[in-house]
């Protein structure tokens, strides 16, 4: 069970198709009570007893996969396949249970609709609290304060707490946040499923002109015309296993061939 974020690659190397991203034989295994439990306070009278009984429940199988330098990479399956799985798992949120994961980048991890916000600062004390979360310091944050909301479109509402914000205006100020500087790998979990059409546009342009300046970006989505339109190749997962990794048109046809 091991993650290692190793040493930035050279400009030089940069420039060569060169593995950004890699898992080897990676698992994450979950333990499941067998019975419902009604109350925290019965759960632990029974776990004080040893009385509860867990399976074991593997989210991920033995996964191996590179992903390289500037790629946009797809992840695409069923729900509860493992895809979110994944993507904790290389942005550091989980350990895995089993197997490696090598890092050669900087994170800017899209997991959740509003995954370090505080609902009740203001939207500009969230963008400063989020920045700070993505290891950006006061300066850094002031420096693009100004790009990101005029990229969220929220500057009437930006003193506004964010109890009172819509789900698709935590989307804009969620991404704008962590898209506000160039990050080396962008990992988006369904994010742009949320939000105007004009805005997602945005997303798209933005995330494709980080491409083009070497970042490398993740997606998770059910939208599958977008996943084969955006990306360079595709993973399916099914039940926590690779199935197949590849060209996204004939991953996501093979997908939808399973599921007929």
């Not at 091991?2 to 898992?23: A, G, V």
């Not at 419902?36 to 033995?62: H, S």
Request: hydrophobic share 40%; with cysteine.
């Amino acid at each position: 069970m091991l993650i290692e974020s190793k040493p930035l690659l050279s400009q030089e190397t940069k420039l060569n198709n060169e593995p950004i991203i890699t898992l080897q034989d990676v698992s994450v295994a979950y333990r499941v009570p067998k019975e419902r439990i009604g109350t925290f306070k019965e759960y632990a009278i029974r776990t004080l007893q040893r009385k509860v009984q867990f399976n074991k429940f593997l989210a991920l199988k033995d996964v191996s996969v590179t992903i390289n330098r500037g790629e946009v990479f797809g992840i695409i399956g069923n729900n509860g396949a493992g895809k979110s799985t994944m993507l904790k798992v290389i942005s550091r949120v989980l350990r895995p249970t089993k197997g490696r994961v090598l890092l050669y980048g900087t994170i800017a991890p899209l997991l959740e609709l509003g995954a370090g916000f505080h609902p009740e600062l203001t939207g500009r004390e969230n963008v400063y609290l989020n920045g700070a979360l993505l290891g950006y310091d006061q300066d850094e944050m002031d420096a693009v304060f100004e790009e990101i909301v005029e990229f969220s479109e929220l500057r009437e509402f930006i003193d506004a707490p964010l109890r009172t914000y819509s789900s698709g205006m935590y989307a804009r100020l969620g991404f704008a946040v962590a898209t506000a500087h160039v990050p080396e790998i962008l990992i988006v979990d369904e994010i742009l499923s949320v939000g105007d059409e004009a805005f997602q546009r945005k997303c798209n342009e933005r995330m494709q002109s980080y491409q083009e300046q070497g970042s490398t970006v993740l997606i998770v989505s059910h939208g599958l015309a977008k996943i084969q339109d955006m990306c360079n190749r595709v993973l399916w997962l099914d039940h926590g296993q690779v199935q197949m990794i590849g060209d996204p048109t004939e991953v996501i046809e093979a997908y939808r061939r399973s599921n007929q």
